[in-house]
């Protein structure tokens, strides 16, 4: 796997004792080169790790050289390598296979972080709601009602065949493409959700429009649509949607549920350097949903803006009475 930690394997100086914890000790070729007397007290260490990234401690002049994959080799690995008279050829060969390891890792690295999403198809005979005639449709009509939500909010879709029946389908929409969707229940039928979501797509992404300077990061899509905000579709932030939130490059304010979940988002936010917001909402008004049906939205931006905590101790001093007030 890795042609540095085998090479030097190879080429240890004889006499070494091994110890239970995976070291070699010999004698440190190192000491004579550094200005010191040569040791004869196998006072030179050296170990493999499990990722097959490499150290080197000399107990008698001090000397430390290591790697590890996705490093490239240091000066003073090459010296180390020479003491242990490993020829030169191959020092070469052990420089470019980390430098080959190197451009892997920075490759694979990109690969991870910045997602890409794919055209995907709603469920089956899904149509636009707006437009829509059937009868069929009423429940879902009066679930949107029931949630003050317009046909003009969202493109929401719904279809009649079985399975998807009295479900709300919103598509998850990326740059102007559809790339997933969640269909919820509006009758209480289990499961309330039923989704295809692609890793790092965060909801409501299209309608972060430039003008604006802060994002809102919620759980939910209703949420999200109320008050223009993002939704990361549950209460874990993925290294992806933490990407694609920050590249919007604006301020970032997370409003979590009163629960569990939301205090686990909390959590998150603080650790990614998200601000937090956890505002006193008027009784009765549990999420920001209920607060724009309540308020409005230009008020209930208003509340979550002005009640924006940025720092870690802050948000601990209000999170501990905000999870807890019964409504
Ligand atoms: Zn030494």
């Known amino acids: 796997m890795s042609l540095i930690a085998d090479t030097l394997l190879a080429y240890l100086p004889p006499k070494r004792k091994h110890t239970p914890s995976g070291w070699i000790s010999f004698n440190a070729p190192c ?13 030179g260490g050296f170990i493999v790790n499990q990722d097959k990234a490499v150290s080197y401690h000399c107990f008698n002049c001090g000397f430390k050289a290591s790697w590890q994959p996705g490093r ?11 003491w242990f008279n490993v020829p030169d050829d191959i ?8 430098l080959r390891l190197k451009e892997d890792a920075e490759l694979g690295l990109k690969q991870e972080i910045i997602p890409t999403f794919t055209e ?41 065949k079985t399975g998807f029946k009295n479900r709300l389908i919103i598509p998850f929409l990326y740059k102007g493409q559809i790339v997933g969707w969640t269909a919820r229940s509006v009758n209480g039928q289990n499961p309330k959700y039923i989704s295809e979501q692609q890793p790092g797509y965060v909801f409501n992404l299209d309608n972060q429009h ?3 300077k802060f994002v809102i990061v919620v759980e939910g899509p209703f949420d999200a649509i109320a ?13 992806g949607q933490h990407l694609m939130i920050n590249q919007l490059q604006r301020e970032v304010i997370v409003v979590p549920d009163r629960d569990e ?7 998150q936010a603080i650790e990614l350097g998200w601000g937090v917001s956890m505002p006193e909402w008027p009784s009765g008004v549990k999420d920001v949903s209920d607060a ?21 101790l802050k948000i601990r001093l209000h999170q501990k009475n905000w999870f807890r007030t019964e409504e």
């Open 261 to 267: 979940a939301g205090e686990k988002l909390v959590d």
């Open 292 to 312: 724009v049906n309540k308020l409005g939205k230009p008020a209930t931006l208003w509340l979550i803006i002005s009640s924006r905590l940025k720092t870690e």
């Open 227 to 239: 008050v223009d905000g993002v939704a990361v579709l549950g209460s874990e932030v993925s290294q």
């Open 72 to 82: 490239t080799m240091s000066p003073k690995l090459k010296n180390l390598m020479r």
């Open 91 to 98: 020092i070469t060969k052990c420089t470019f296979d980390a």
């Open 31 to 43: 000491c004579v080169h550094n200005g010191n007397n040569a040791d004869k007290r196998q006072r």
């Open 120 to 160: 995907r198809a709603l469920p089956m005979g899904a149509k636009l709601i707006d437009g829509c005639t059937s009868k069929d449709i009423v429940p879902v009509l009066e679930y949107l009602h029931s949630r003050d939500l317009y046909l003009e909010d969202y493109p929401f879709y719904w279809t009649s």
């Open 210 to 212: 430039w003008d604006r």
